[in-house]
Nanobody
Framework: QVQLVESGGGLVQAGGSLKLSCAAS????????VGWFRQAPGKEREFVAA????????DYADSVKGRFTISRDNDKSTGYLQMNSLKPEDTAVYYC??????????????WGQGTQVTVSS
């Protein structure tokens, strides 16, 4: 079983940046794909980004391509999501997800508790 704890959320103005972190424990960190999802009020949880165990394969939702960058540090058992050029529509609770087998909620083994990101216009 994997335990995940997110940090780094907050309030930022449109055009600003935030970096989220996801500290993992339990199963060996470098054995699985890690990802991020988000859920805005009244909307379903949606895929944002994923990175494979070695950090050489990436997947991004079209809505964040070119603005968000996912990364990981296997020595620290931590994943990251660098978010640049933030827009008000990026406002949501962001969840770390692992192991990740696909882009849908049923494809996720464990979830973090979530961290709020609010982008003001």
């Amino acid at each position: 079983q994997v335990q995940l704890v997110e940090s780094g959320g907050g309030l930022v103005q449109a055009g600003g940046s935030l970096k989220l972190s996801c500290a993992a424990s339990g199963r060996t960190f470098n054995s699985y794909t890690v990802g991020w999802f988000r859920q805005a009020p009244g909307k379903e949880r949606e895929f944002v980004a994923a990175i494979n165990w070695s950090g050489v394969w990436f997947d991004y939702a079209d809505s964040v391509k070119g603005r968000f960058t996912i990364s990981r540090d296997n020595d620290k058992s931590t994943g990251y999501l660098q978010m640049n050029s933030l827009k008000p529509e990026d406002t949501a609770v962001y969840y770390c997800a692992a192991p990740l087998l696909g882009r849908t909620v049923p494809d996720i083994g464990s979830w973090g508790q979530g961290t709020q990101v609010t982008v003001s216009s």
